[in-house]
């Protein structure tokens, strides 16, 4: 069975712009919580502040549990106006990974954080 769950863990839930990081995405059968191999990973990340892509649908290599670098250019601040006129203190960042995409098996999790606007850091 490929799985109808999928959690997904990161190290903490706010970080410095420009920061990078590992993401671990695990699929299990929620009837016996054993692990499942999905027959398709794939991933997405997006500024749910901006309403903007990062990273578009990429495939990884499927098992129990997948990596996802999350890159640096993934936690860039995109709205670099000054805070005095209205520039963002915080953005969000949400991950998406499904498990056997476009699939009638399809199961999809997520999980969210936040990047923090540095002064000076662009």
Known sequence: MAGDQVEIQIPK???DENSAFTATAYFRTRATAAAAT??????R???????????GWTSVTPGT?????VKSS?????QQTSFRFGGAVWENIQLVVSL????DTEVVGHKQWRIRNLYGVN
């Open 100 to 103: 056997d995409k476009g699939l």
């Open 65 to 69: 549990s997948v990596t996802i670098a």
């Open 38 to 43: 999905p027959t398709t990973v794939d991933y």
């Open 45 to 55: 990340i997006d500024n749910t502040s901006t309403r903007t892509e990062r990273t």
């Open 74 to 78: 993934d936690n860039k601040i995109q």
């Open 13 to 15: 839930t706010v970080y």
